[in-house]
């Protein structure tokens, strides 16, 4: 992994680094869209740029990263580098996009700490940029293959189901016909959308239909103005212009929070909000697959009629030989849910059991704790964060 030498080297100037980590993610972008605005346009969250949300991430995961070579030489973090390489490879991002990176990020690393940047430090912060690069570059390749290599391909809209005021369901098959290739249930699927000032932009949605089907299915929450973030551009025009008989441009399925080989084990699948998504689609397979060890479903919303794929959460669960539900609604809570925010103090977790989290990053860091205090192992706790994974940049 880490040279010794590039090892010492980034241990010694990853504080300066970290400490000027935001205004060199700043500079970075600033630099690559002034001389690429293709990508702005066309690849990059426009909204998670002008929100700061894509910069905190790129800052958390490159200072994630060096700690980690520094800390451990001989490993890589496997699990952040899937995670970041599922979402390159459902954006379609290829090779010769890391030298432009590389050649924007330096400039900006160089701008910022002007003299520190020796030619030694210049070279150990390269290892460690190439490092990540290649590792990424190796994995998107694997499941480019994996996934066909087919690329963006167009998809009919067959049905359009209003799940509740702000989520809607687009259930499409490809155009022309054609197989539907499987994916693993709590995977999703990028969406490219041409915005009226023609931009493309990208979006990503977790299929939240059953695994197994000849249509897949998506579902959108339309994101609303607020004070952390501006109106969802894609997510809106889906909402407002998309019916059925469109035509939109999706990926093939890609993510790393998939249920992989639980092995009889007791599972709990924690959601809130439009993280409900892909725990339905979980829950959809383990129904279909007969599980019978202990699965644990909890839920949070702000009321039922808020509650998107309700009726899907509940049915699937019930399916199960071994299911208890827990729903926790702000207001409105019917018989059997509780008022309030989740809260698992109440909710018995088995011995073994293995997590799965998504829903707003504070709700996801609160139920990873309680977990962890229940003795549910962090290793057994799996989590997905729609956007930019911010976790590791807020510490």
Known sequence: MLSEQ??????????????????ITERFYARLFDAHPDLLRNLFNRGNQA??????????????????????????????????AHKHASLGVVPEQYPVVHEHLFAAIAEVLGDAVTAEVAA??????????????????????????????????????????????????????GAVREFRAGQYVSVRVELADGARQIRQYSLSGAPGESLRQFSVKRVREEASGPEGEVSNRLHARVRVGDVLELSEAYGDLVLGDVAGRPLLLASAGIGVTPMVAMLAALAAD?????????????????????????????????????????????PGARTGLVDL????????TRAYLCGPLPFMRAVRTQLIGKGVAPADIHYEVFGPDLWLAQG
Not at 7 to 21: D, F, N, S
Not at 60 to 76: E, K, M, N, P, Y
Not at 296 to 314: C, E, F
């Open 345 to 352: 103090a109440d909710v018995a977790v088995a011995e073994g």
């Open 6 to 23: 590039s090892a010492a080297t980034v241990r010694a100037t990853l504080p300066a680094v970290g400490a000027a980590i935001g205004e």
């Open 124 to 177: 150990a912060w390269t290892e460690v940029y190439w490092l990540m690069a290649n590792a990424l570059i190796a994995i998107e390749k694997r499941l480019y293959e994996e996934s066909g290599g087919q690329g963006w391909q167009p998809w009919e809209v067959v049905e359009r189901v209003e799940e509740t005021a702000d989520v809607v369901s687009f259930r499409v098959r490809p155009v022309g016909g």
């Open 290 to 334: 007969g599980y019978e060890a202990p699965v644990t479903v909890v839920h949070g919303d702000r009321s039922p009629a808020d509650h998107a794929l309700r009726t899907d959460h509940a049915l699937y669960a019930d399916k199960l030989a071994d299911a208890s539900v827990h729903f926790f609604y702000e207001r409105d809570a019917a």
């Open 51 to 84: 929100s700061g949300a894509q910069k905190q991430a790129l800052a958390g995961s490159i200072a994630a990263f060096a700690t980690h070579l520094v800390d451990h030489t001989d490993q890589r973090p496997d699990q952040m580098l899937q995670r970041i």
